[in-house]
């Protein structure tokens, strides 16, 4: 079907393949940095005196305050499945951005914690269900060849929402009154309103609409994906139907049951959850929250300079992360996340260490190595466990299941959260530079975990992922069914997973 005879595609989305691909790259940034901008305004504003002072801030309240956005993260996970398979992707981002926008003007405008409170609910829940829902849009709609770059920086976008909010947060440090922290807080809601800028002009998940009894629908989008090559846009299109039955017959219970039935499922599920405690666990969540405090004990207690740093820190860690993805498919998932496990520990007990003999000191040479090995540290976490975040789930996980195990991942990662907005207030204040001393030693614990249980997937076909954790290979299957269902005797099906059927009609983020 030309593209120019569009019945179900809106005229608005363009109709070269290139512009679609770099709209979707747009959508991947601006979603992704909705989470960073939240992450590092936060970070900033526990640094700014004028919304300590207001909110009369002390252990419990920068906890809590904190911890707002976790718990909107895990109220946001029991929907993460239902909410995008049922209503579609495009229009999940749609719901999640008009949310982000409400939460941003009852932050901004809060009168007293409770409201603040309410406000960062709101944004975990919208930062949540778009983090969920744009990569899987992505990933389904690109051509193969992009996807695993895409989706490996789909994270590393992170720190553009991160460096812009530390920018902002820098420049509103002078204002006297509430509108240093109001301010940060309100624009927070810009990337949210140019996601929603952006959806007109994209189009629907082809898998999704095929799922949902919309072929001709998928038909108009994978031509324009495919440039209009009708050969292609059919084989594709027909990749998808073979594969969504071929899924429907293997895996025929609940996606939850089957998260937790059988040895390979059981061991997908158990990296599942190593990964998803580990993200926050490792030492970044108390960099990314709690700054001010970590330079205040290494000695810098000047809120301009613990400003400029934050936002240094962040440009250091958008680029480390950027190198980081591209590196996934040279170095390996698995041996680039063990490097980058012994570089943050070693980093950490480094940083303990200098903060122990030189936080209250005036030696300044002791002082800039305290924030060198911080930046160190954080540039190992970015330049694994950041890309890794979008690119090592999906990829262990099969199509039927995979909603069901992202959604247990992120449930982890919000917990977690959650927990450490509340305890790591107290540690920072009672163990000081204990913390980093105790941190590093339990990171040990999940440098053994990845070593003998993660497998990698660098360069591997979906197919033979599924293998390496016990299953059968897809494609003997299909190749034997080939003489009995297919009237080309079995060469059909043979090309739909040798041509990568499989991987198109699986493979999402």
């Known amino acids: 079907m030309a593209v120019s005879n569009r019945q179900h595609v809106s005229r608005l989305v363009p109709r070269s393949s290139r512009t679609l691909t770099v709209l979707l790259i747009v959508v991947a940034v601006v979603n992704s940095a909705t989470l960073g901008f939240d992450s590092s305004m936060m970070n900033g504003l526990n640094i700014l005196p004028q919304y300590k002072d207001y909110f009369h801030l002390n252990a419990s309240t920068r906890g809590l305050l904190t911890a707002g956005s976790w718990l909107g993260g895990v109220v946001a996970t029991f929907f993460m499945q239902w909410v995008p398979d049922r209503f579609g992707r495009k229009p999940t981002i749609l719901i999640a951005a008009c949310i982000g926008v409400i939460a941003a003007i009852i932050q901004g405008a809060a009168q007293n914690t409770g409201m603040f409170v309410l406000g960062r609910i709101l944004s975990g829940i919208a930062g949540q269900l778009s983090g969920g829902a744009a990569p899987t849009l992505i990933g389904e709609t690109i051509k193969p060849h992009y996807r695993g770059t895409i989706l490996g920086i789909f994270f590393s976008c992170y720190y553009v929402g991160s460096l812009i909010a530390s920018a902002v947060n820098y420049r509103t440090v002078d204002i006297a009154t509430t509108w240093a922290w109001r301010i940060p807080s309100i624009l927070q809601c810009v990337p949210s309103l140019l996601s929603i800028a952006c959806l007109p002009f994209v189009p629907e998940s082809p898998r999704w609409l095929v799922a949902n009894g919309k072929p001709e629908y998928a038909r108009e989008v994978l031509a324009i994906v495919y440039e209009n090559n009708t050969a292609e846009t059919t084989e594709v299109l027909e990749e998808i139907k073979m594969t969504l039955k071929y899924e429907e017959e293997q895996y025929p219970a609940n996606p939850w049951k089957e998260l937790i039935t059988g040895t390979p499922n059981l061991r997908r599920l158990a990296i599942i959850v190593s990964f998803g405690l580990l993200i926050e666990t490792l030492g970044n969540f108390v960099i990314s929250f709690y700054l001010g405090t970590m330079l205040t004990q290494a000695g810098i207690t000047n809120p301009t300079t613990q400003l400029q740093i ?22 390996g998932r698995r041996k680039q996340t063990l490097w980058c496990m012994v570089g943050m520990i070693a980093t950490f007990y480094i940083a303990g260490g200098l903060t122990k003999s030189f936080g209250e000191s005036t030696n300044k040479s002791g002082i800039y190595a305290t924030i060198a090995f911080i930046f160190l540290f954080q540039g190992f976490y970015s330049a694994s466990i950041t890309p890794m975040t979008t690119a090592y789930p999906p990829e ?3 199509y039927h299941t995979r909603n069901a195990g992202i959604a247990v991942f992120r449930f982890l990662d919000c917990s977690t959260g959650m927990m450490y907005s509340f305890l790591m207030s107290y540690a920072m204040d009672n163990l000081g530079w204990k913390f980093f001393m105790v941190n590093a030693s339990y990171d040990i614990i999940f440098l053994v975990v990845i070593y003998y249980f993660w497998i990698e997937t660098k360069g591997i076909p979906l197919e033979e992922i599924a293998v390496k954790f016990g299953d059968m290979d897809p494609r003997e299957l299909i190749v034997g069914e080939g003489s009995e269902t297919m009237s080309d005797g079995g060469e059909g099906k043979a090309t739909f997973a040798d041509k990568g059927g499989v991987d198109i009609g699986v493979r999402q983020a």
């Open 310 to 331: 934050n936002v240094i820190l962040n440009c250091w860690c958008f680029v480390v992360a950027v190198v980081g993805s591209f590196l996934l498919d040279v170095v």
């Open 396 to 398: 262990i996980m099969p």
